[in-house]
């Protein structure tokens, strides 16, 4: 509800209108601009695969493969010295 508690939540993610249809990264939110029918939201649906993350490499390009390796490697050297301690 847009109206009352869930208005700053809407105002942050650039929700203007009802319904409005929002998918992808809860960071980076799209705004879906389809058909509102049955069809053209199942067929929207059939499309949307997961999201590139460390569990779902296979859905990453190489860059967001490096990214994440990179991040990955860092929590490594963080958990080793967090051992040392």
Do not use: R
């Given at each position: 509800d847009c109206t009352a508690?869930?208005?700053p939540l809407c105002d942050?993610?650039?929700v203007r209108a009802f319904p409005t249809i929002k998918f992808g990264d809860a960071n980076a939110?799209?705004?879906y601009s389809g058909g509102r029918?049955?069809?053209a939201l199942s067929n929207f649906a059939a499309?949307?695969?997961p999201l590139c993350s460390p569990n779902n490499l296979?859905?990453?390009?190489?860059?967001?493969?490096a990214e994440i390796e990179k991040f990955s490697a860092m929590s490594g050297?963080?958990?080793r010295s967090r051992r040392c301690d």
């Open positions: 508690a869930g208005k942050s993610n650039g939110l799209e705004d029918d049955f069809g499309e949307l695969k296979e859905n990453c390009d190489e860059e967001g493969k050297v963080l958990e």
